[in-house]
C-alpha cells in the first residue's frame, strides 16, 4: 500500500480530529493574510488637556484697548494661564464691560466660566450670563440675561446663538441668537423674537 493510500485511509477514520486540524490551519492562514495587509494603526491624536503655565488664586485684571482706554477688568477666584497658546482660563468670572462715551455706565455681569485670548481682544463666557448697568441721564437701567457669549471687549461687541432677554425700564424683548453693539446701544434679535415697548411718560 502506498504512503499516500495509508494516509488517506488514516484522515478517513479520524475525520472529526481532521477537521479541527484543517479548519484551524485555514483560520491560521487568514489570520496572517489579514495581518500582513492590514494597514499600521493610527497613532492617538489625543494628547491630553493642555498644561498649566501658572495658576492665581482669587485675581484682579484689567485690560485696555490701543489708545490706553479700559476696555473690561475682571475678578475670579481661579485663573489658568494655559501652555501653547498663553490664553486665560477663569472660574466664575465677574466683570465689567467698560462704557466707551461719557456719562454712559459701565455693564457689569458674571458667567460660569471665562476664556481670555492672549491679546486679550477675545472674550469667551460659557454658562449662564447676566449682565446690567445702571441708569443714565432718562434711560432706565438695564439687564441681559442668556448665555455662551463670545466677545470682542475692546470694540465693545458681543454675541451668541443662545436665547436672550433684556429689561430696560419697562420694556422687555427676547429671542434666540443675539448681537449687540453697547456702544450704540444697538441689540439685534436674530430669530424668535418678541418686544413690549410701553410709551415712554411725557416730562412735566
Given at each position: 500500500?502506498?504512503?499516500?493510500?495509508?494516509?488517506?485511509?488514516?484522515?478517513?477514520?479520524?475525520?472529526?480530529a481532521?477537521g479541527?486540524?484543517?479548519?484551524?490551519l485555514?483560520?491560521g492562514?487568514?489570520?496572517?493574510?489579514?495581518?500582513?495587509?492590514?494597514?499600521?494603526?493610527?497613532?492617538s491624536?489625543?494628547?491630553?488637556?493642555?498644561?498649566?503655565g501658572?495658576?492665581?488664586?482669587?485675581?484682579?485684571?484689567?485690560?485696555?484697548?490701543?489708545?490706553?482706554?479700559?476696555?473690561?477688568?475682571?475678578?475670579?477666584?481661579?485663573?489658568?494661564?494655559?501652555?501653547?497658546?498663553?490664553?486665560?482660563?477663569?472660574?466664575?468670572?465677574?466683570?465689567?464691560?467698560?462704557?466707551?462715551?461719557?456719562?454712559?455706565?459701565?455693564?457689569?455681569?458674571?458667567?460660569l466660566y471665562?476664556?481670555?485670548n492672549?491679546?486679550?481682544?477675545?472674550?469667551?463666557?460659557?454658562?449662564?450670563?447676566?449682565?446690567?448697568?445702571?441708569?443714565?441721564d432718562?434711560?432706565?437701567?438695564?439687564?441681559l440675561?442668556?448665555?455662551?457669549?463670545?466677545?470682542?471687549p475692546?470694540q465693545?461687541?458681543?454675541?451668541?446663538?443662545?436665547?436672550?432677554?433684556m429689561?430696560?425700564?419697562?420694556?422687555?424683548?427676547?429671542?434666540?441668537?443675539?448681537?449687540?453693539?453697547?456702544?450704540?446701544?444697538h441689540?439685534?434679535?436674530?430669530?424668535?423674537?418678541?418686544?413690549?415697548?410701553?410709551?415712554?411718560?411725557?416730562?412735566?
Amino acid at each position: 500500500m502506498s504512503l499516500f493510500s495509508r494516509l488517506r485511509e488514516y484522515l478517513r477514520d479520524r475525520k472529526v480530529a481532521s477537521g479541527i486540524v484543517l479548519l484551524a490551519l485555514v483560520v491560521g492562514t487568514l489570520q496572517t493574510i489579514m495581518w500582513w495587509v492590514a494597514p499600521s494603526p493610527k497613532a492617538s491624536d489625543f494628547v491630553g488637556p493642555p498644561r498649566s503655565g501658572y495658576i492665581l488664586m482669587n485675581f484682579h485684571m484689567w485690560s485696555y484697548d490701543q489708545q490706553g482706554h479700559p476696555a473690561f477688568s475682571m475678578t475670579s477666584p481661579r485663573l489658568d494661564r494655559r501652555e501653547g497658546d498663553d490664553s486665560l482660563y477663569i472660574t466664575t468670572p465677574q466683570f465689567t464691560l467698560a462704557a466707551k462715551k461719557p456719562g454712559v455706565p459701565d455693564w457689569h455681569g458674571h458667567s460660569l466660566y471665562g476664556w481670555v485670548n492672549h491679546a486679550g481682544t477675545l472674550l469667551k463666557l460659557q454658562g449662564p450670563v447676566h449682565m446690567q448697568r445702571a441708569a443714565y441721564d432718562d434711560t432706565p437701567a438695564a439687564t441681559l440675561d442668556t448665555a455662551d457669549v463670545t466677545a470682542w471687549p475692546k470694540q465693545n461687541r458681543m454675541e451668541t446663538a443662545a436665547p436672550a432677554r433684556m429689561t430696560q425700564g419697562d420694556s422687555r424683548m427676547s429671542g434666540v441668537g443675539m448681537r449687540a453693539d453697547l456702544n450704540d446701544n444697538h441689540l439685534e434679535l436674530l430669530d424668535d423674537s418678541h418686544g413690549t415697548f410701553p410709551p415712554r411718560k411725557r416730562k412735566s
